[in-house]
């Protein structure tokens, strides 16, 4: 039985039409199911050359979670593999090494690398490197996972489909929870993508904002972690002395300057979102105890 892959795609011209023809360059043969969100551009068009499985989400009726469970349920096959329209392949085995991850029978997902492209920026050039990289520094950190470039095991997710009420991190939440049930994720190094955005501030504000939204609702929190102090400020004041320990010896000076408003965008978003987060939680709790 072919592997399928999914792709979620959003008007991703040109970068859309370099995957699809990498995809076609895999040795190992599979089956492509496009998800495709409204695209104006000629996306859907590009997809359309490829595969005759698409699947059309109207404008607004993107839900993250409803779509990943929607995909689950019209492939088949033990292990599904999902990939971002604007995620290149870097070799024509990639499909291949990716589901190599999965020699361990309780590996219930796996991701490979992401590279940036050559116009990122310096900055968000260092923190896809420093996210993954040969996967090293991912230990020091309670959980990391990317469903971008990645591919699930289908017996878990029958156990435990997608959370259809989150806007963000869905694919984060998904594999914490299978970590909880004592199964393992794995990092795959040498499947390697190239995906990157240059965000401007208003942006990363607004997806840090959904990222620490999401966080709130499922990990556990301290007080202490959860505080300004160890959320937001001292994460805050490391990312800079990094960036500048980046950008210095390089000759970066204006991604120097640049590192205190872009993480400090990073600060009030995420811990806005994580602000709000514990709000709704602390309501939905509330509810549930009183309708007890």
């Not at 514990?278 to 709790?285: D, F, M």
């Amino acid at each position: 039985m072919k592997p399928w892959i999914v792709m979620r795609s959003h008007n991703d011209l040109p970068l859309v039409a370099h995957t699809l023809a990498m995809l076609a360059r895999q040795r190992l043969p599979h089956e492509l199911l496009v998800m495709d969100n409204a695209s104006t551009d000629g996306t859907r068009a590009e997809a359309a050359k490829y595969t005759a499985h698409i699947i059309d989400i109207p404008a607004g009726a993107y839900v993250p979670g409803r779509v990943l469970n929607q995909a689950m349920a019209r492939t088949d096959g033990e292990f599904v593999v999902f990939l971002n329209s604007d995620c290149t392949p870097q070799h024509d085995d990639w499909l291949a090494r990716l589901l190599a991850g999965f020699h361990n029978e309780k590996t219930a997902a796996v991701f490979g690398r992401q590279i940036p492209r050559p116009d990122c920026t310096p900055l968000f050039a260092k923190d896809t490197e420093d996210t993954y990289g040969d996967g090293a520094r991912q230990k020091y950190w309670r959980h990391c996972f990317s469903m971008a470039s990645s591919a699930l095991r289908r017996t878990c997710w029958l156990a435990e489909p997608f959370n259809e009420r989150i806007q963000y991190s869905e694919d984060i939440a998904w594999t914490w929870r299978m970590r909880q049930l004592g199964w393992q994720i794995a990092y795959v190094p040498d499947a390697i993508v190239m995906h990157s955005h240059n965000y401007t501030l208003r942006q990363w504000y607004r997806r840090q904002y959904g990222e620490g939204k999401a966080e709130a609702l499922f990990y556990d929190w301290s007080a202490w972690d959860a505080s300004w102090l160890r959320y937001a400020l001292l994460p805050c004041a490391h990312q800079v002395l990094n960036d500048w320990r980046f950008a210095l010896p390089r000759g970066y000076l204006r991604s120097a300057v640049y590192a205190p408003a872009l993480r400090l965008a990073q600060l009030f978003g995420r811990r806005h979102g994580f602000r709000d987060g514990r709000r709704a939680l602390t309501t939905t709790t509330g509810a549930s105890h009183a309708s007890a």
